[in-house]
C-alpha cells in the first residue's frame, strides 16, 4: 500500500491513533513482525516535542562545483499537510539541510516534523516555535554551495533503515522509527495491546504484585495480543 | 568492607551526607586518594536531577537464540531501597535495558536513580517523573530478544572504571562517579572540605581578592584538608 | 586589526550589534566571504543562552609530571571585561578546564561566556548561573595533575579552525563561530543583510508566497547585500 493508496480518511485515522502511542510501543509492535524501524543515531532536539506524520524524503549529496551557484532547495512547497520531512544527508555534521526559513514555511503547511540524518541549525527559532526537529546534532553552517538536492520522493537510507516515501514516522523523547505504510494498520493496533498491556503490569505493580507476577498475569511475553486474545495467564 | 557489612544507619548517615556533596568534589576527594571514579560516557538524561545510592549491579550480554525465548529480566524485584541500578550492556547503543516499567516499579521501591552502559527507552515517561537516569543516549528498541540478563550483584566495568556492588554511586548534571565502599566515608569527609574550600575561595574573591590570592589563601593545593588541618598560608 | 587595535567605543559597537545576531546569518556572511568560521563539536551546554564577546584564548597540555606539583590556572584574574575565554585542551574528554569557581569569578569579572574544546565540569552551578558554557561534554573529573597550562593569548586551533587573541566568538543554540577582528565591521554588516533578506521571505511566505517565490523576490542568491544594493529581481 503505497502513501497514495491510502484515503484521506485512513491517513487522518492513523495520525490521530499515532498521536497517542510511543515509540517504545510501536517498536515492540513492529519488532514481533520482524520489522527493523528504529533510525539509529537520530536525536530530539526541541525538549518536549514529539511527531508523527507520513514521510515526505529529501535525498541531498555533496555539491558538483562543476555545475556552478547552487540555490536553496524549495521542495518545502510541494509538501502536504500531514507530512514529515525526512532529510537525508549522509550524516554529513558540517553543513546544514534545516533552518529557521523552512521552519516557518513548515510550520504554516502543517508539516508535522522534520527528521534529519545530518544536522539543523536556528535551534533558537526552531525551540521557540516548539518544531519537531530530529537530527544528529546541531551546527550553523549552510548546506548552501556544500551540499545540493539531488532527489525528492526516494527511498532513503538512515542508521542501516530505508525511510520509503509515504512510511509513517513517530518521533518523541527516545527517538524516531519508521512504519512501512502497508504494515500501518497492523502495527498500530499491536502497538495499542502492547501500551495496554504496560499500563495493567504498572498498575498491578502499584497493587502490590511483584514485577515477576504482573508480567506473568497479563503476559508480557505476547504484549501485542489484546487482552482477550492471550492464553489464560498459567499463574 | 562490603555493602552487607554496613548498618542501615550508616548507610542512611552515607546517603544523607552524599545528597549534598557534588560530584566534583567528590571526585577531587578520590583524586587525593589515587582513586579513578568517573564514569566516562555517562550522561545525565533528566535536567535537573542527582542521585546517590549503593550500587546494585546487572550485567547484560548478546541473546544467545539457541536457548529459545527469553523474558524480560525481573531482577528488580530483588532491588533494595537506597540502591541505584547499576546495568552493564557494553555500552550498546541499539537494545535498551530500561524503560517506564521498570522506572514505575524503581520509583515504588524507593530505587534512587539508574545509570547504564548503554540506552534506555521512554524518556517522556522518566522525564515525567523526574527519575534520575543516566546513560549514553536514548534509543527506542527492546533489549527482548536482542539482549539477556547474564548475572546481578557481580562488578560490571564502565568506562574503564570498575563498579562493585554496594558501592556509592553519585551522579548530577556533570555525570557519575562510583565510590569503593570500604573509602566512603574518607572520601566525603574530603570532598566535604573540598566544598569548604570552594565556598570559602568564592567569597573571597566576592570580597574582592583576585583568584590567586584567594586559592593561596585557603589552599587550593590541599581542598580536602579541614580548615584547621592546613597548614598556614604563607601569603 | 588586533584586538588592542580597537577603540572602546568600536568593541561595545561591535560587541552591542553582535548581540542581536543569530550564528546562522554570521556564519552566511563569513560563507559569502569565502571564511571557515564554525567550531564543529562545541555544543551549547546551557539551553537558551547565548554569548559575544573577544576571544582570550587559553592552551592546555598534558601534565609533565616530571616537573613536580601543579597548581589550577589563575588566568581568570587577567580576563578583560568583554572576553569570551576560549580554552583549548585539544578535544580531552576527561579531565576539566573549567568549573564554578572560575563560573563566579568569570560573572564577576563580566566574562561573557567560555567555549572549551574539551569538557567543563560543575554544570549544576552554570546552568544555575545561566552561563553561556560550550564544549564537547561534561565530566566531572578535575584537570589538575591531568592537564596544565601551557600559554595563554596565542592562537589556538578548534575543529579545525584557528580562533586568535582579540577574533570575535558568538555562540548559540546552534553552536559557536569565531570571526577574525579585523573582518569583524564587514561580516556584521552583511549578517544584518541576511537577517533582513530573510525577515523579507518569511514576512512573503506569511503572505501567500511560495518559498521559491518570495527567494527570488529577495534575491536569497545574494542574502549579504542590502535590500538597495540588490539586483532587481527578475522575478
Given at each position: 500500500m503505497s502513501h497514495s493508496s491510502l484515503s484521506e480518511q485512513q491517513r487522518a485515522s492513523l495520525l490521530e491513533q499515532c498521536a497517542a502511542l510511543d515509540t517504545a510501543s510501536l517498536s515492540d509492535a513492529l519488532d514481533s513482525l520482524g520489522i527493523d524501524a528504529g533510525l539509529l543515531g537520530i536525536v530530539q532536539q526541541v525538549p518536549g516535542t514529539?511527531?508523527?506524520?507520513?514521510a515526505f524524503t529529501v535525498l541531498y549529496e555533496p555539491v558538483d562545483h562543476s555545475d556552478g551557484f547552487k540555490n536553496a532547495a524549495n521542495y518545502i512547497d510541494e509538501v502536504p499537510p500531514g507530512s514529515v520531512v525526512v532529510s537525508s544527508n549522509a550524516g554529513r555534521l558540517?553543513?546544514?539541510?534545516?533552518?529557521?526559513?523552512?521552519?516557518?514555511?513548515?510550520?504554516?503547511?502543517?508539516?508535522?516534523?522534520?527528521?534529519?540524518d545530518g544536522v539543523a541549525r536556528d535551534l533558537d527559532t526552531v525551540t521557540r516555535l516548539q518544531y519537531p526537529l530530529?537530527?544528529?546534532?546541531?551546527?550553523?553552517?549552510s548546506g548552501?554551495?556544500?551540499?545540493?538536492?539531488?532527489?525528492?520522493?526516494v527511498?532513503?537510507?538512515?542508521?542501516?533503515?530505508?525511510v520509503n516515501p509515504g512510511d509513517l514516522i513517530v518521533g518523541d523523547a527516545s527517538g524516531c522509527l519508521v512504519i512501512p505504510a502497508d504494515k500501518a494498520e497492523?502495527?498500530?493496533?499491536?502497538?495499542?495491546?502492547?501500551?495496554?498491556?504496560?499500563?495493567?503490569?504498572?498498575a498491578s505493580v502499584?497493587?502490590?504484585l511483584s514485577l515477576a507476577e504482573a508480567r506473568r498475569l497479563h503476559r508480557y511475553d505476547q504484549p501485542w495480543l489484546a487482552a482477550a486474545a492471550k492464553t489464560p495467564s498459567a499463574a
Open positions: 514529539r511527531c508523527s506524520g507520513f558540517d553543513a546544514t539541510v534545516w533552518g529557521d526559513i523552512l521552519t516557518h514555511v513548515a510550520v504554516q503547511r502543517n508539516v508535522r516534523g522534520t527528521v534529519i530530529f537530527s544528529r546534532g546541531r551546527f550553523m553552517q548552501k554551495n556544500r551540499v545540493q538536492l539531488k532527489a525528492t520522493q527511498p532513503v537510507e538512515i542508521g542501516g533503515v530505508t497492523e502495527v498500530i493496533q499491536r502497538a495499542i495491546a502492547v501500551e495496554n498491556t504496560e499500563r495493567d503490569i504498572i502499584g497493587q502490590g
